[in-house]
T-cell receptor, first 116, second 117 residues
Framework: DTGVSQDPRHKITKRGQNVTFRCDPISEHNRLYWYRQTLGQGPEFLTYFQNEAQLEKSRLLSDRFSAERPKGSFSTLEIQRTEQGDSAMYLC??????????????FGEGSRLTVL | AQTVTQSQPEMSVQEAETVTLSCTYDTSESNYYLFWYKQPPSRQMILVIRQEAYKQQNATENRFSVNFQKAAKSFSLKISDSQLGDTAMYFCAFMKARRGSNYKLTFGKGTLLTVNP
């Protein structure tokens, strides 16, 4: 098990461009989370998948954001028409939940987005 | 909604000494979990310690222990025999344990701990 992996690790883009981040969770984990972390802040919840179903979306997730988890495996987070305020670290995490484990979320190293 | 407050943005400690990081939370839930996560510079966040709210006994993991005061909604982390590798951002986090919830974490803003040689 190689842990949660995220790609790309860093992305620099111009305002108005679209970007997509990918997350590969730990293979046995059915739950997948996206968080956003800005400088000096704790991670903020964006969205949650159980298997392939997106079960919760934060109000932070504007219409420009879309997330998918086809076949309940990897997940993508797309940001359309990026704005400078989107600059942040995007963290992916996966877990078994409490039924199959301790509830611990396992995090990837994050994808850092810089919008110029 | 749950809130988690970490009132110490930064702390420092000398190697081998003990330091305590503070965390308070607010919730109306009766069943929940509390976590401390560590985020080293440019590295992924990892779990340090976990506490179930229904357990009165404070959790310990080697040099890390918590002081869980449920009535006061306080959850502090004590690091004994601090090591240089403990230098990191520490986040306190809350998770509802209600059946059917999403088991997502709500984080505080973090405390940057620096261990000095």
């Amino acid at each position: 098990d190689t842990g949660v992996s995220q790609d790309p690790r860093h992305k620099i883009t111009k305002r108005g461009q679209n970007v997509t981040f990918r997350c590969d969770p730990i293979s046995e984990h059915n739950r997948l989370y996206w968080y956003r972390q800005t400088l000096g802040q704790g991670p903020e919840f964006l969205t949650y998948f159980q298997n392939e179903a997106q079960l919760e979306k934060s109000r932070l997730l504007s219409d420009r954001f879309s997330a998918e988890r086809p076949k309940g495996s990897f997940s993508t987070l797309e940001i359309q028409r990026t704005e400078q305020g989107d600059s942040a670290m995007y963290l992916c995490a996966s877990s078994y939940g409490l039924a199959g484990g301790t509830g611990e979320l396992f995090f990837g190293e994050g994808s850092r987005l810089t919008v110029l | 909604a749950q809130t988690v407050t970490q009132s110490q943005p930064e702390m420092s400690v000398q190697e081998a000494e003990t330091v305590t990081l503070s965390c308070t939370y607010d919730t109306s839930e009766s069943n929940y979990y509390l976590f401390w996560y560590k985020q080293p510079p440019s590295r992924q966040m990892i779990l340090v310690i976990r506490q179930e709210a229904y357990k009165q006994q404070n959790a310990t993991e080697n040099r890390f222990s918590v002081n869980f005061q449920k009535a006061a909604k306080s959850f502090s982390l004590k690091i004994s025999d601090s090591q240089l590798g403990d230098t990191a951002m520490y986040f306190c986090a809350f998770m509802k344990a209600r059946r059917g919830s999403n088991y997502k974490l709500t984080f505080g803003k973090g405390t940057l701990l620096t261990v000095n040689p």
